[in-house]
Every structure is written in C-alpha cells, then in structure tokens.
DNA sequence: CGGCGGCTTGAAGGACGTCAAGATTAGTGG
DNA sequence: CCACTAATCTTGACGTCCTTCAAGCCGCCG
C-alpha cells in the first residue's frame, strides 16, 4: 500500500503539464493520496475494512471548469474527496459578491462544514478538470462506529478545518497573506510529490485576491515586488520560488506557532 | 429532563449581577444547558447511557480570572464544556503579541481544535470566575463508537465550530465587525435564557478589539457612534441594544447567508 | 489622596481599496 | 496562420478607513 502513485487518468482535455492526480484505487489498494489514505495505511485495518470503506465511495467526473460539486443549500449527504484538479468553495452574498472560502487539491476532503447546518454552506466549484470521490456520510459516520481508525480520522479532519479556517482570520498584512499563501500551496503540492518550489496556479488572481481579502490590484503589486526582491519569479499563473526562507520569515506569524 | 435551569451556584464572590450559569445535573438529569443537553434529551438515549455519558465528565473549577483551563502546546486529551463563567481562547505569537479566537459562554465547548494536532493550539484563559465539565476524549470517542448520537453530537459540534471560525475571516467593515458581535453575544445570552438585548461584556474593550482585528481605540469610537445613531446603548461594559433591525442589516453580511 | 489600568477622544499617517487606463494573454473563427 | 475580441492582468493616481501616537478622563484600590 502507499506504493507508487500519479497515475495519468486525465483525458487527454488539457493535459499539457503534469497535473496532480490521485492514483483509482481498487479493492486492495486504496487511492493513496486520498485523504483517508492513512486509515487504510494503518495497521490493524484489514481487508475486510478496506473493502467496507471503500464499498460507500463513489467515484464522480469529470467535472469542467465552472462545474459544481456541490451547491450551497443544498441538503447535505455526502462529504467528497478531490480525486484530481482543484476545486475551489464560494459563497455568494445577496449583493452577488463572490467569498472564496478555499482552495482544494486532490486528496483534500471537502464539504466536513455542511454536517452542522445539514446543507451545503457553500458552492463547490471545478477550476478545471476535476474527480471526486463521494462518500455518502450517513454510511460513513455508520462504518465509524464499527471502526475506531475511521472515525478517528473523521474527527482529526474535522479539527484540522477549524485550525485552517482559523488562520486567515488574523490581521495579516498583503505580504504575510501572499506569503503564507504561497508557501501553503507550495507545501501541498509537495506532499502530492510535485516540485515545491515551481507550481503553476490554477486559480485566477481575482480569486486569490478574493480568498485573501484583498484586492486583485494589490495582488498583483504584491507578487511584482516579491519578484523585484526575488523573493519568487512569477510568469503569468507560473511561480517559482526564489527564496523560501525568506517568504517563511514574513509567513511565519500566520502558518507556525 | 430540560427542566428548570440557572442554579445559582456561584460563590459570593463577586456575583452582583446575574451570571449565566448552567446546572449541575446529576445521574438522571444532566447539565441542561451542557453541549451535550441535546443528546441526553434525545428519545432513545436510556438512563444507562446517560449515566455512561456522565462517567466520564469531570467537574473543575473554580478557576479565577486569568486562570488557565489549558495551556497551549499541551497534550491533548479532552474537551471541556464552560459551565459557568466566560472563557477566552487566544494564542500568543513570540513577539508576544495576543491574538484573541473566542469567547465561549457556559454551554459552549472548547478544546475541539486540538483533535488534529493532539495538543491545544490555544490557551483557554478564565474571563471571570470559571467552572467546566472535563470530556476526557479519548472516552468519548469510545463512547461515540457506541452510542451514535454522541457521535452525530460530537461531528456536529466539529462543524459548526469550522463555520465560525470562517465567519470572522471576510473583509467587514468595523461597524459590520461590531454589530454581528454584539447580535452574535445577544443572541448567545437569549439561548441561555438571558435577556437578548442587555447584557454586560466581562471582556475588556481590549479583548473585543483584538478578537475582532480592531485596535481598542477604533471600538471605542465605533461603540460611541453606534450610542449616538441611537443604535445601542453603552455604560461602560453594559450593553443595550436599542435598534436590533439597524444592527442586524448592518451585520446581515456576516451573520446570515 | 494618589496612582494605575481601562476607556475615550483627537490628530496624523499608512496600508490597502477604488477608479481608470493600458498591456498581455487566451479564445474564436475565418 | 492570422485577425479580432474578450478576459485577465498590470500599473498609476487618488481616496478612505483604520491604525498609531499622544493626551486626557474616569473608576478602583491601596
């Protein structure tokens, strides 16, 4: 288990640069970057669990750009695991003002926040090509009463939410948000064994500006002076960064402590 | 069950104005106004679950003002319901700045972000004299795996917390800032069978600013502008509320959605 | 009474938003 | 392959909301 992965499945839509991508699993090995990875992975979990678990997944796609997983009102039912591309959730207020809440790459769990309010508080929308799976919660929060490790792990994803919602909620300046922002895409895209330095954005400079509360003019400013300091290069959606000490340094408020 | 509530029960200390309180419960009747009050009020959770749900809570307090209910970085092993008394959540960065995440009235539960990385991500500091009820979570959690309702209790208690913390993270105004606090405070009092539209802040106006990411001075002139648009009513850390619908179209972006 | 912390009030400065225009890229169809 | 258009991104000038700094006020407790 956890052997290999990046199994190429997109079509060949798009695909121009490698795209991360959760290999499908099968009855015995489960999707290795899925976000329940590490249940499987854990000893003690046999077969016959790994079959139970992976009997209420249902895998969904492809979704387009613009697409919905979900939409906010929704009745709530199932919480859904990015199997490729990256996904983004919204909230529109009456005025039509867009709120981007996150962004989620593959083997990130989305939709733990509508469990309360028993509905979707949000739109899930594709950036672009996207998989999921779906696990029907219900059936879920059953099979975690029969096995400790999983509803273990649904509370740690659960209490891993509050810590991340909790974070862009300081009084950060620009610089800190788009440090920090940097970093933890950059972190992400590691830990999915892509380049932790070079990352193309999927998402559009409105939407970053949106998601850090902040202006998309002063994105822009932002990234043109990081650049200036050579702190990063930037290319259109194209980043590299430069000097990663650097940009923890003016992170480190928001991502450690 | 459900029955009276608001046992006076502190000591005499300095308990001039009525403190919101909840009971102390016992075998057959648990603390009413308790996180878990709706669990136990549940149909089909017998009195032998009840009592096992009770077995494993512990009584603490009185803590004092400035006391510590727990401490960052240490090891995570439960959750603690506020009984009586306000408690705030905080973290201190190593420039020795505070950063204030909650405020949390009796009823409320705190701790719930330290599932995820086993140890307290916060200090839980006493605003006033303190009692809580101590969920050791590791027997919680076996207890969940027994009884489903505290399972659903505990998933939902999760995500309603991950919604909370997103709630402060837009980009409002003060004014927005001030009126859905004091809405959100007003509304927190009512649920526990206090007035909805007078109550006293036990947090200093420093604490309110820094929750808010306001300086101290920006509250006060917000508070007093609020006072002459005859919005509420201010007396030091009393607070009425004159003109709901104003505050509540004021708050209407936070708040509701 | 005097001192101290919490709260208020005023004036000045800064960081970011808004507005407006231009540049670059992507998408489309001939 | 190349217009042509639309969307996205950049850059500059200006305005605004909030912070910061500073001083004064009030209530509390020794």
Chains 1, 2 share one sequence.
């Not at 640069?17 to 979990?45: K, M, Q, Y």
């Not at 799976?133 to 059953?142: E, H, I, Q």
């Not at 009463?145 to 810590?163: M, N």
């Amino acid at each position: 288990m956890m052997t290999e992965m990046m199994t190429e499945m997109m079509r060949s839509d798009e695909s121009t640069a490698p795209n991360p991508i959760a290999d499908d699993g099968d009855e015995a090995h489960f999707c290795s970057t899925c976000a329940f990875g590490r249940v499987c992975a854990a000893e003690g979990l046999g077969k016959l669990d790994l079959h139970e678990l992976h009997m209420l997944v249902e895998h969904a796609g492809p979704y387009h750009e613009g697409d919905a997983i979900f939409r906010i009102n929704e009745r709530f039912g199932a919480i859904y695991a990015v199997r490729a591309g990256m996904v983004k959730t919204r909230v529109i207020d009456d005025e039509g003002r867009e709120q981007v809440l996150g962004f989620h790459l593959p083997g990130e769990m989305i939709g733990l926040n509508a469990i309360h309010p028993a509905k979707y508080p949000c739109d899930a929308i594709a950036l672009d090509t996207v998989y999921v799976c779906r696990f029907s919660f219900p059936a879920l929060a059953t099979l975690a009463t029969k096995i400790p490790d999983v509803q273990q792990e649904l509370f740690r994803l659960l209490s891993a939410d509050i810590g991340r919602a909790t974070q862009l909620a300081g009084d950060w300046s620009a610089d800190e948000r788009l440090a920090a922002f940097l970093l933890g895409l950059a972190k992400r895209y590691a830990a999915r064994g892509f380049s932790a330095t070079a990352f193309r954005l999927t998402m559009a400079r409105a939407d970053i500006a949106n998601y850090l509360r902040l202006a998309a003019e002063t994105v822009s400013r932002v990234l043109r002076r990081f650049q200036d300091q050579h702190l990063i290069h930037v290319d259109g959606r194209d980043i590299e960064l430069l000097d990663v000490p650097a940009l923890r340094r003016l992170a480190h408020g928001i991502l450690h402590e």
